[in-house]
């Protein structure tokens, strides 16, 4: 699977939009860009996953850029409870599903 | 309860003891998974099973036994703790009929070995 590059934090203020970016450069046809979240102490939280178009849900958006080779999460309205780590992950899932987290983003929202 | 339960939710051991580390479901998820989680490390796969009977290794199998006797439960047994072994663990599940990798985790096992 291929791997992410992420910045290690970023601060947004309560209510505006937090906008995080990765980058995945070497990312295959068949590989899909997953979104996970990990709020203090707690497992990881699935957010959204997109292939080449943009996905919306009820957590966030993902744009993924035409070449593929970043995306950007969107949260459009932060709140404190968004205070999280940001997972990029890459994976072709295939038959076993394996997840590779790296070191992720930690978002900061402040009051 | 509906969802993924792990226990203990904490456990202090001693090295060379035998500990096992319980995960259950209620899903009836197909895909089940064994993470640690360290400073500076991340999140890592230990092991994960694909359906009862079916097991394989992840990215740091070493001194670490599963198995998976029903496809609601995957205990993870440390046959010999070590310190190196002191971590939160998280166990997560994933439905077959998903094609895509939404996996649902546990709260975490926050293990100490002295």
């Known amino acids: 699977d291929a791997k992410t590059t992420q910045p290690p934090s970023m601060d947004c203020a309560e209510g505006r939009a937090a906008n995080l970016p990765c980058n995945h450069s070497t990312i295959s046809g068949n590989e899909y860009v997953y979104w996970y979240r990990q709020i203090h102490s707690q497992g990881p939280q699935y957010i959204i996953h997109g292939l080449k178009n943009n996905e919306t849900n009820e957590m966030a958006s993902l744009i993924i850029t035409e070449d593929r080779k970043s995306s950007t999460l969107i949260l459009p309205h932060a709140t404190l409870r968004d205070t999280a780590v940001y997972y990029c992950i890459v994976s072709s899932g295939g038959s076993n599903y394996k997840l590779t987290f790296g070191k992720g983003t930690l978002l900061t929202v402040n009051p | 309860d509906a969802g993924i339960t792990q226990s203990p939710r904490y456990k202090i051991t001693e090295t060379g003891r035998q500990v096992t580390l319980m995960c259950h479901q209620t899903?009836?998820?197909?895909?089940m998974f064994w993470y640690r989680q360290d400073l500076g490390h991340g999140l890592r796969l230990i092991y994960y099973s694909a359906a009862a009977d079916i097991t394989d290794k992840g990215e740091v199998p070493d001194g670490y036994v599963v198995s998976r006797s029903k496809t609601e439960n995957f205990p993870l047994t440390l046959e010999s703790a070590t310190r190196s072994q002191t971590s939160v663990y998280f166990c997560a599940s994933k439905g077959r009929e998903s094609s895509y990798n939404e996996q649902f985790f546990g709260p975490g096992t926050r293990l100490t070995v002295l």
């Open positions: 899903w009836s998820h197909s895909y």
